[in-house]
């Protein structure tokens, strides 16, 4: 008699993790850039502007020093950069933190060194509404011939260099020339702006989309900074944070970006919270 085959008895199949491709940075980094216009310069001062810096100088004096280093100084680090920032736009915005993780296929890919900044609202907002208005500000440093040589790309804090997908992230960036990889690096910058609103706001009530903005401004230009905008599907948050993938039915956004004119430079503080005001975001309130 033959022998009896004794049957394993299996249980059901693992799901297979969702894995981070290069053909995923590529969707979600391929969006059409839009320039929607030029803002019109800030008022030039209509005083004598004092040398130095003390603290009895006009207001509108102090923040044009605070906006020099927006401007320019190319080896000055991110976290002064950002408090610079945060000074010029402090009547309306109050600093949360000081990066932005990028999360794709469940895992943490990336840290960026764009802060990010919440609208102050009146009293009477409920929950983190002011979220729905947060804005980031990205220092980027591209004054080499490759920026990743001036741009230190960042390792997240509970990942190591033996993670598969930043190095994964790494050699992504290095696939394309210096150029174009760095606009697709400042896009995912924007896009991490957008996860973390859907992070901080929860599934409450949760809107189809949510708009991201970001002010970047580039070592290589001292002339305009740049105001990036785009409206993320929410669904697509959520599948490519956990699963990695993005449904080809799925409209990926436009980006708009608006340029603003550095000069004049004691005009900058005034014409930023002008230009970042959102249309539907209510005053803070504060003088």
Known sequence: ??????????????????????????????????????????????????SGYKYSFPLCCQLAIHAKPVKDHPAMPAVLKSNSFANLIATDYDEAYLDTPLFLAGKLVHSFDCSVFLKALPEGHEGRAEWQFALGYFPVYDLKTDWRMQHELRIPRDTGKKSTAWNLF???????????????????????????????????????????????????????????????????????????????????????????PFDPIHGLADLLLKELQPADAPKSGRD
């Not at 249980?11 to 969707?27: E, I, S, V």
């Not at 409450?204 to 905008?229: G, H, I, K, W």
């Not at 993938?245 to 436009?254: A, G, M, N, Q």
């Open 1 to 50: 008699m033959p022998a009896t085959v004794e049957k394993r008895i299996r249980g059901p199949k693992r799901a297979k993790r969702p894995r981070l491709t290069t053909t995923l940075l590529d969707a979600i980094s391929d969006n059409p850039v839009e320039d929607v216009g030029e803002a019109p310069p800030g008022l030039a001062p209509d005083h004598e502007v004092p």
């Open 170 to 260: 790494l050699k992504w960036t290095e696939q394309y020339d210096a150029t174009e990889s760095l606009e697709r690096y400042v896009k995912l910058a924007l896009l991490t702006i957008a996860q973390a609103q859907y992070e901080k706001m929860g599934q409450v009530n949760m809107p189809e989309s949510y708009t991201a903005r970001m002010v970047a401004t580039f070592s290589s230009d001292t002339t305009f900074a740049y105001l990036y905008e785009a409206d993320y599907p929410a669904p697509a948050l959520i599948s490519l944070k956990l699963f990695g993938k993005l449904d080809p039915s799925t409209h990926w956004p436009t980006i708009k970006r608006r340029k603003i």
